[in-house]
Each structure stands twice: as structure tokens, then as C-alpha cells.
């Protein structure tokens, strides 16, 4: 079974709030990766991590920034929150290789 | 580029009738397959994979799926569905090591089960 963590769950706040969602794992897992859905959507990596210190922008275009300073943590902070912005955010981590990725149980975010 | 397309976007089976969704991809080498499931409110579960070898893989909850090079296909079935098994379901591909594990998803079938 994967251990990786997102917190919060869910998150409905204020338009121009800065948030951080939390996405941690104990697997020792050199890669994470952020992505974003929609309800009823695909997937889409907005952000990756391939080690400490290394990060990467993915295939969608997103204005929140993240951070990799400790190999198990791999934060998203949205600066100042939009209506836009509102969306389930999902952390991913895999091994070395082409692993399978593991996910955490998602943030829903919602901004007012 | 790579791409993997999922041609049912909703798909009703009555419990206990035999299931197949179907995934195609696109990628001049050989892939790397997933097929993830996600419940409603949940992360993404990891059913199989596919990395060589014998073309037919099992996974959990019953599933397996059939790897054919000659349709691009990747195919997931199961013989007998139960109400817990509505939910989403992603088929998705990396490609060889030098991807660093990235992976492309396709839009997902969404899976009724209907007594």
C-alpha cells in the first residue's frame, strides 16, 4: 500500500488567500509530480519533481509554484487564490525507472 | 507524441456481466501501460501495469488486461463486475526510462454498474 499524504482534504477560501497544499510520502520516492482535474476530467501534470532541489513545470500551464526541499515533501502554493483556481489537486510520487506512480487521496480546493 | 485515447467516456454493465474498456495509444517504441482507477472524492489506484513480457497481466480486484502491439491497444476486462466497481477508470502510458517516469493519462471511462 502507497504512503503518501495530501492535507487538507478540502479547502474552500477566499479569492486572493495564499495557500499551500501539503503532499508528503515515506516511500523515499526520488520523483513526485502535482496534477489537476476537473470533476469528471483527465488528468493534467502542472508540476514535477525528479529529486531535491529539481523542479520542473508540466504539460499545463498553472500559476501555482512548488518547492522540493526534503525528498518525502513536495508542496503547491497558490500565491493568491482565484475562482479559477478552484479544482482537485492531486500528488504523485514513483521510483527510479518507469515505476507506477502512487497518488495521495487529493486537496479539493475550492475558491470563493 | 505520445497520446492515449479511451473511446468510452461512460459505460453501463449490469452486475455481473463481463466488462472490457478499451484504451489505444500512441508511441513509436514500447510503452510502459497503467490502468488506474479512481472512486469519487479519491486519489487514483494503481489496477495493473505492463512493462514486457507476457502480453496478458493481471492485476488486482480480478482485473487483467492484454497488451496487443498490432492494435496499440491495451485493453482492460474483467469476467464478472460488481457494484463496487463503478468508478473512473485511466489508462495511461509512459514511455522508456529516459521519460524519467512521466505519464500521459486518457480522459477516462466512467464505469455504472446497474443491479
Known amino acids: 500500500e502507497a504512503d503518501i499524504y495530501q492535507t487538507p482534504r478540502y479547502l474552500v477560501i477566499g479569492t486572493g488567500k495564499k495557500i499551500t497544499l501539503e503532499c508528503s510520502q515515506t516511500?523515499?520516492?526520488?520523483?513526485m509530480y502535482w496534477y489537476q482535474q476537473d470533476p469528471g476530467m483527465e488528468l493534467h501534470l502542472i508540476h514535477y519533481?525528479?529529486?531535491?532541489?529539481?523542479?520542473e513545470k508540466g504539460d499545463l500551464s498553472s500559476e501555482s509554484t512548488v518547492s522540493r526541499i526534503r525528498t518525502e515533501h513536495f508542496p503547491l502554493t497558490l500565491e493568491s487564490a482565484r475562482p479559477s483556481h478552484t479544482s482537485q489537486y492531486l500528488c504523485?510520487?514513483?521510483?527510479?525507472?518507469?515505476?507506477?506512480?502512487?497518488f495521495g487521496d487529493g486537496t479539493r480546493l475550492s475558491i470563493l | 507524441a505520445q497520446s492515449v485515447t479511451q473511446p468510452d467516456i461512460h459505460i453501463t454493465v449490469s452486475e455481473g456481466a463481463s466488462l472490457e474498456l478499451r484504451c489505444n495509444y500512441s508511441?513509436?517504441?514500447?510503452?510502459?501501460l497503467f490502468w488506474y482507477v479512481q472512486s469519487p472524492g479519491q486519489g487514483l489506484q494503481l489496477l495493473l501495469k505492463?512493462?514486457?513480457?507476457?502480453?496478458l497481466v493481471q492485476g488486482i480486484k480480478g482485473f487483467e488486461a492484454e497488451f496487443k502491439r498490432s492494435q496499440s491497444s491495451f485493453n482492460l476486462r474483467k469476467p464478472s463486475v460488481h457494484w463496487s466497481d463503478a468508478a473512473e477508470y485511466f489508462c495511461a502510458v509512459g514511455s522508456t526510462p529516459g521519460s524519467q517516469g512521466n505519464l500521459i493519462f486518457g480522459k477516462g471511462t466512467k464505469l455504472s454498474v446497474k443491479p
Open positions: 505492463y512493462f514486457s513480457g507476457d502480453t
Open positions: 516511500m523515499g520516492h526520488d520523483k
Open positions: 504523485a510520487s514513483s521510483g527510479q525507472g518507469a515505476q507506477p506512480q502512487h
Open positions: 508511441y513509436g517504441a514500447t510503452p510502459y
Open positions: 519533481s525528479y529529486g531535491v532541489n529539481s523542479t
